[in-house]
Nanobody, 125 residues
Framework: QVQLVESGGGLAQAGGSLRLSCAAS????????MGWFRQAPGKEREFVAA????????LYADSVKDRFTISRDNAKNTVYLQMNSLKPEDTAVYYC??????????????????WGQGTQVTVSS
């Protein structure tokens, strides 16, 4: 089992920044690829970013590329999502998720085994 707890959400103005954190506990964090997803009201959960277990490879949704950065600190069992140049359309509940490490980065929510409770991000125009 892996327990995930997100933090760092809140209210930001368009063009501003927020940094989300996801603290993991339980089984070996470094064995897991990690992802960030988001879900806006009335919409399906969508992929935002993912990082491999070593932190050596990352992948981003086109909508956040060049604005968001995913990173991880395996010594602290934490994954981060730095969000810059925020837009109102970034408003959503953000979730971190974990899945056993694999050779390719997976972007489908159903392929992730463990989820946090989510943190709300609201961007005002």
């Amino acid at each position: 089992q892996v327990q995930l707890v997100e933090s760092g959400g809140g209210l930001a103005q368009a063009g501003g920044s927020l940094r989300l954190s996801c603290a993991a506990s339980g089984r070996t964090f470094s064995s897991y690829d990690m992802g960030w997803f988001r879900q806006a009201p009335g919409k399906e959960r969508e992929f935002v970013a993912a990082i491999t277990w070593t932190g050596g490879r990352t992948l981003y949704a086109d909508s956040v590329k060049d604005r968001f950065t995913i990173s991880r600190d395996n010594a602290k069992n934490t994954v981060y999502l730095q969000m810059n140049s925020l837009k109102p359309e970034d408003t959503a509940v953000y979730y971190c998720a974990a899945r056993p490490r694999s050779l390719v980065i997976i972007t489908t929510p159903g392929s992730y085994d463990y989820w946090g409770q989510g943190t709300q991000v609201t961007v005002s125009s």
